[in-house]
């Protein structure tokens, strides 16, 4: 694996056949690696970025304490079927400071996440679309976790012709069912318990909605769960549209995304399903 932590030195690498790149913030976990055995399989060579990206953080003390630990995520990469991992500093990525340009997610960036995290879908897509300029895929794979990112992702590239193959993966969860995420190393032992209460709700709407209801109906049966969930200080638990990541009517039928963000102690969580209502 080459390490390059510049963006000449990156330009520098010869390009083997088709490339794959699986972006990350580092604090690298099992799924993670599910992206990058997922992207050995498809491209021949893989490329890994590692950047905490300052533009996507509303809040500076979740910036502050974002977890990194390079070292770390080099070894789990090594065995992972990675070609080329880029670790760049904020002055490779941003060389004119915050950037004047940048990209906005427009009604996509305003709802859900973006209502909580002002800004972060367009400091998201911003890096996004510099990485994918940098690394020169040819298919960029992002886990299913980040429901709303993914959207406005593929949003992004359908919107801006961009020459990219956008491959959502499914999320990596932990025996118990807790979504793997880099913030649940900030969970206590309680807080990881109290933190079930999400992927229990997902999956109490999941089978209601299965099983022919409505919207209403649905997201009854997750808000039941985590109104009486102990530690768990909810955000919003919604129906998405698939495409639009816009809150779904409630006479709304077909495909969609059920999510969840809440507060666990002090780490806010994001977790979802996607199932069909109504049909
Ligand atoms: O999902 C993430 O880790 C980040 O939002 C991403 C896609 C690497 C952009 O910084």
Redesign the pocket.
């Known amino acids: 694996m080459d390490i390059v932590t510049t963006s000449a030195d990156l330009a520098a690498l010869p390009r083997v056949g088709t490339r794959a790149v699986v972006?990350?913030?580092g604090a690298l976990h099992e799924g993670h690696l599910a992206l990058t055995r997922r992207a050995a399989e498809l491209a021949d060579q893989v490329v890994v970025?590692i950047?905490?990206?300052p533009l996507?953080f509303n809040d500076p003390a979740d910036l502050e304490k974002y977890p990194r630990d390079v070292e770390r995520d080099v070894a789990l990469l090594s065995d992972a079927g990675v070609d080329v991992l880029y670790v760049p500093d904020v002055e490779d990525v941003y060389p004119g400071g915050t950037p004047i340009v940048t990209v906005s997610a427009g009604p996509l960036g305003a709802v859900f996440e973006g209502e909580y995290r002002p800004g972060h879908f367009d400091?998201?897509l911003t890096?996004?679309l510099k990485?994918m300029n940098l690394t020169g895929p040819d298919v960029a794979l992002?886990?299913q976790k980040?429901a709303q990112?993914l959207i406005a992702?593929r949003t992004m590239v359908r919107d801006l012709n961009v020459p990219v193959e956008v491959l959502g993966v499914p999320t990596v969860r932990g025996v118990d069912g807790l979504a793997l995420s880099?913030r649940n190393q900030h969970l206590s032992e309680a807080d990881h318990v109290n933190a079930l209460a999400l992927i229990k709700a997902l999956k109490a709407a999941d089978a209601v909605a299965t099983s022919g209801a409505d919207v209403p109906a649905t997201l009854a049966a997750g808000l039941e769960i985590l109104a009486n969930a102990p530690g768990v200080h909810l955000d919003y638990f919604a129906a998405l549209d698939p495409g639009s990541a816009q809150p779904v009517p409630s006479d709304y039928r077909g495909e969609v995304v059920i999510a969840v963000a809440a507060r666990v102690g002090s780490t806010r969580l994001i977790d979802n399903v996607t199932t069909r209502i109504g049909v």
């Open positions: 972006m990350t913030m970025t950047f905490v990206n996507q400091g998201v890096v996004v990485l992002f886990g980040d990112q992702i880099s």
